[in-house]
Protein backbone atom coordinates (compact mmCIF):
# COMPACT_ATOMS: atom_id res chain seq x y z
CA UNK A 1 0.00 0.00 0.00
CA UNK A 2 1.28 3.48 -0.34
CA UNK A 3 0.44 5.97 1.74
CA UNK A 4 2.74 8.62 1.06
CA UNK A 5 4.72 10.10 -2.13
CA UNK A 6 7.16 12.86 -2.32
CA UNK A 7 8.40 14.00 -5.43
CA UNK A 8 8.03 17.56 -7.70
CA UNK A 9 4.83 18.59 -9.32
CA UNK A 10 5.13 18.14 -13.31
CA UNK A 11 1.69 18.97 -14.22
CA UNK A 12 -1.76 19.63 -12.90
CA UNK A 13 -5.14 19.46 -14.26
CA UNK A 14 -8.74 19.67 -12.87
CA UNK A 15 -8.51 16.28 -11.63
CA UNK A 16 -4.75 15.21 -11.21
CA UNK A 17 -1.64 15.75 -10.14
CA UNK A 18 1.65 14.37 -11.69
CA UNK A 19 4.45 13.69 -9.70
CA UNK A 20 8.15 13.05 -10.72
CA UNK A 21 9.76 10.68 -8.47
CA UNK A 22 13.28 9.80 -9.91
CA UNK A 23 12.75 8.07 -13.37
CA UNK A 24 8.78 7.70 -12.69
CA UNK A 25 5.85 9.71 -12.98
CA UNK A 26 2.64 9.01 -10.82
CA UNK A 27 -0.45 10.34 -11.33
CA UNK A 28 -2.41 11.34 -8.44
CA UNK A 29 -6.40 11.94 -8.37
CA UNK A 30 -6.45 15.46 -5.97
CA UNK A 31 -9.88 16.85 -4.97
CA UNK A 32 -10.55 20.44 -6.00
CA UNK A 33 -9.31 22.15 -2.55
CA UNK A 34 -5.95 20.28 -3.44
CA UNK A 35 -5.59 21.75 -6.81
CA UNK A 36 -6.08 25.00 -5.76
CA UNK A 37 -3.49 24.65 -2.79
CA UNK A 38 -1.11 22.86 -5.48
CA UNK A 39 -1.38 25.69 -7.76
CA UNK A 40 1.39 28.12 -7.09
CA UNK A 41 3.96 24.47 -6.59
CA UNK A 42 4.14 23.10 -10.03
CA UNK A 43 8.04 22.64 -10.31
CA UNK A 44 8.18 21.99 -6.55
CA UNK A 45 8.91 19.08 -4.42
CA UNK A 46 5.39 18.04 -2.70
CA UNK A 47 4.62 15.45 -0.42
CA UNK A 48 1.21 13.68 -0.79
CA UNK A 49 -0.63 11.52 1.50
CA UNK A 50 -2.22 9.05 -0.31
CA UNK A 51 -4.99 6.32 -0.59
CA UNK A 52 -4.38 3.80 -3.84
CA UNK A 53 -7.14 1.82 -4.34
CA UNK A 54 -8.65 -0.49 -7.73
CA UNK A 55 -10.83 1.17 -10.01
CA UNK A 56 -13.23 -0.33 -12.39
CA UNK A 57 -15.86 -3.05 -12.66
CA UNK A 58 -14.74 -6.79 -11.12
CA UNK A 59 -16.97 -8.65 -13.54
CA UNK A 60 -15.66 -7.27 -16.51
CA UNK A 61 -12.02 -7.94 -15.56
CA UNK A 62 -10.89 -4.32 -16.35
CA UNK A 63 -9.45 -2.79 -12.78
CA UNK A 64 -7.35 0.52 -13.06
CA UNK A 65 -5.14 0.75 -9.61
CA UNK A 66 -5.59 4.66 -8.45
CA UNK A 67 -3.33 6.71 -6.17
CA UNK A 68 -5.50 10.32 -4.65
CA UNK A 69 -3.65 12.39 -2.83
CA UNK A 70 -3.58 15.25 0.14
CA UNK A 71 -1.41 17.73 1.52
CA UNK A 72 -1.73 16.46 5.18
CA UNK A 73 -2.15 13.17 6.72
CA UNK A 74 -6.04 14.91 8.88
CA UNK A 75 -7.18 15.30 4.89
CA UNK A 76 -7.11 11.93 4.02
CA UNK A 77 -8.46 10.53 7.29
CA UNK A 78 -11.56 13.02 6.88
CA UNK A 79 -11.83 11.76 3.22
CA UNK A 80 -11.84 8.33 3.96
CA UNK A 81 -14.73 8.75 6.78
CA UNK A 82 -16.67 11.17 4.17
CA UNK A 83 -16.53 7.98 1.43
CA UNK A 84 -17.81 5.63 4.26
CA UNK A 85 -21.63 7.62 3.44
CA UNK A 86 -23.64 5.46 1.94
CA UNK A 87 -24.47 6.56 -1.97
CA UNK A 88 -21.10 8.74 -1.53
CA UNK A 89 -17.92 6.87 -2.64
CA UNK A 90 -14.61 8.06 -4.05
CA UNK A 91 -15.45 10.22 -6.86
CA UNK A 92 -18.23 12.07 -5.89
CA UNK A 93 -15.89 12.47 -2.65
CA UNK A 94 -13.56 13.69 -4.58
CA UNK A 95 -15.83 16.26 -6.84
CA UNK A 96 -17.35 17.40 -3.17
CA UNK A 97 -14.38 18.33 -1.55
CA UNK A 98 -14.16 21.96 -2.45
CA UNK A 99 -14.02 23.44 0.47
CA UNK A 100 -11.41 23.27 3.62
CA UNK A 101 -12.07 19.95 5.46
CA UNK A 102 -12.14 22.38 8.50
CA UNK A 103 -15.21 24.34 6.98
CA UNK A 104 -17.17 20.71 5.64
CA UNK A 105 -16.28 19.20 9.28
CA UNK A 106 -17.66 22.47 10.78
CA UNK A 107 -20.72 22.22 8.58
CA UNK A 108 -21.57 18.65 9.44
CA UNK A 109 -21.34 19.09 13.22
CA UNK A 110 -23.73 21.90 12.80
CA UNK A 111 -26.19 19.71 10.78
CA UNK A 112 -26.03 22.51 7.99
CA UNK A 113 -27.28 20.39 5.64
CA UNK A 114 -28.01 23.43 3.20
CA UNK A 115 -24.88 23.80 2.83
CA UNK A 116 -23.78 20.52 2.40
CA UNK A 117 -26.18 19.84 0.02
CA UNK A 118 -24.31 22.53 -2.37
CA UNK A 119 -21.61 20.60 -2.67
CA UNK A 120 -21.10 19.19 -6.39
CA UNK A 121 -22.64 15.97 -6.89
CA UNK A 122 -24.39 15.82 -3.24
CA UNK A 123 -27.59 17.21 -3.37
CA UNK A 124 -30.01 17.32 -0.16
CA UNK A 125 -30.94 13.65 0.69
CA UNK A 126 -27.07 12.88 0.48
CA UNK A 127 -26.22 15.85 3.21
CA UNK A 128 -28.50 14.65 5.29
CA UNK A 129 -27.10 11.03 5.70
CA UNK A 130 -23.80 12.30 5.72
CA UNK A 131 -24.96 14.39 8.51
CA UNK A 132 -26.81 11.24 10.10
CA UNK A 133 -23.55 9.49 9.87
CA UNK A 134 -20.62 11.62 10.45
CA UNK A 135 -22.11 13.96 12.65
CA UNK A 136 -19.76 13.68 16.74
CA UNK A 137 -17.06 12.16 14.46
CA UNK A 138 -15.30 14.75 13.05
CA UNK A 139 -15.46 17.47 15.42
CA UNK A 140 -11.50 17.24 15.87
CA UNK A 141 -11.16 18.12 11.75
CA UNK A 142 -13.79 21.36 12.10
CA UNK A 143 -10.62 22.17 14.85
CA UNK A 144 -7.57 21.79 12.03
CA UNK A 145 -5.30 24.84 12.19
CA UNK A 146 -5.39 26.38 8.22
CA UNK A 147 -2.56 25.40 5.72
CA UNK A 148 -0.97 28.65 5.99
CA UNK A 149 0.28 28.01 9.37
CA UNK A 150 4.00 26.42 9.32
CA UNK A 151 3.28 24.21 11.88
CA UNK A 152 0.61 22.94 14.25
CA UNK A 153 0.48 25.05 17.74
CA UNK A 154 -1.06 21.95 19.64
CA UNK A 155 -1.65 17.91 18.72
CA UNK A 156 -5.02 16.86 17.09
CA UNK A 157 -5.93 14.54 19.98
CA UNK A 158 -5.06 18.13 22.78
CA UNK A 159 -7.37 19.86 20.57
CA UNK A 160 -10.25 17.65 20.06
CA UNK A 161 -9.65 16.84 24.27
CA UNK A 162 -9.87 20.75 24.78
CA UNK A 163 -13.36 20.97 22.74
CA UNK A 164 -14.96 18.63 24.62
CA UNK A 165 -14.03 19.99 27.85
CA UNK A 166 -15.64 23.10 26.71
CA UNK A 167 -18.60 21.56 25.27
CA UNK A 168 -18.81 20.21 28.52
CA UNK A 169 -18.24 23.23 30.30
CA UNK A 170 -21.12 24.76 28.71
CA UNK A 171 -20.26 25.99 25.46
CA UNK A 172 -21.68 25.77 22.53
CA UNK A 173 -19.79 23.80 19.63
CA UNK A 174 -19.39 26.98 17.73
CA UNK A 175 -17.76 28.75 20.98
CA UNK A 176 -15.78 26.27 21.86
CA UNK A 177 -14.39 26.20 17.92
CA UNK A 178 -13.81 30.03 18.43
CA UNK A 179 -11.77 30.28 21.44
CA UNK A 180 -9.28 27.35 20.70
CA UNK A 181 -8.92 29.23 16.99
CA UNK A 182 -8.31 32.45 18.52
CA UNK A 183 -6.02 30.46 21.40
CA UNK A 184 -4.26 28.89 18.56
CA UNK A 185 -3.85 32.05 16.47
CA UNK A 186 -1.15 33.07 19.26
CA UNK A 187 1.31 31.29 17.69
CA UNK A 188 1.82 29.44 21.51
CA UNK A 189 2.78 25.70 21.63
CA UNK A 190 0.71 23.83 23.83
CA UNK A 191 1.60 20.12 24.61
CA UNK A 192 -1.08 19.27 27.03
CA UNK A 193 -4.87 20.46 27.47
CA UNK A 194 -4.27 21.97 30.26
CA UNK A 195 -2.35 25.07 28.86
CA UNK A 196 -4.73 25.27 26.18
CA UNK A 197 -7.85 25.66 28.69
CA UNK A 198 -5.77 28.13 30.69
CA UNK A 199 -5.08 30.68 27.42
CA UNK A 200 -8.28 30.30 26.23
CA UNK A 201 -9.62 31.52 29.56
CA UNK A 202 -7.34 34.02 29.62
CA UNK A 203 -7.85 35.67 26.45
CA UNK A 204 -11.59 35.17 27.66
CA UNK A 205 -11.18 37.17 30.62
CA UNK A 206 -9.08 39.94 28.58
CA UNK A 207 -12.17 40.12 26.01
CA UNK A 208 -14.40 40.38 28.58
CA UNK A 209 -12.73 43.43 30.58
CA UNK A 210 -12.01 45.13 27.39
CA UNK A 211 -16.08 45.00 26.92
CA UNK A 212 -17.00 46.24 30.19
CA UNK A 213 -14.33 49.34 30.06
CA UNK A 214 -15.77 50.17 26.96
CA UNK A 215 -19.45 50.40 28.07
CA UNK A 216 -18.53 53.13 30.43
Do not use: W
Not at 62 to 86: H, K, N, Q, T, Y
Not at 135 to 140: D, G
Not at 164 to 191: C, M, N, P, W
Amino acid sequence: MITKITGEVVALNEETATIRLGGLEYEVLIPEYTRRQLQDKVGTEVSLFTIDYLEGNPMQGRMIPRLIGFLSAAEREFFELFCSVDGVGIRKALRAMVRPVKELAAAIEEKDVKLLATLPGVGPSTAERIVAKLHRKVSMFALMVSPEVPSPAARPDVISETFEVLVRLGHSEADARRLIDAALATGQKFEDVQSLIQVIYQQSHVSDSSQKRGKR
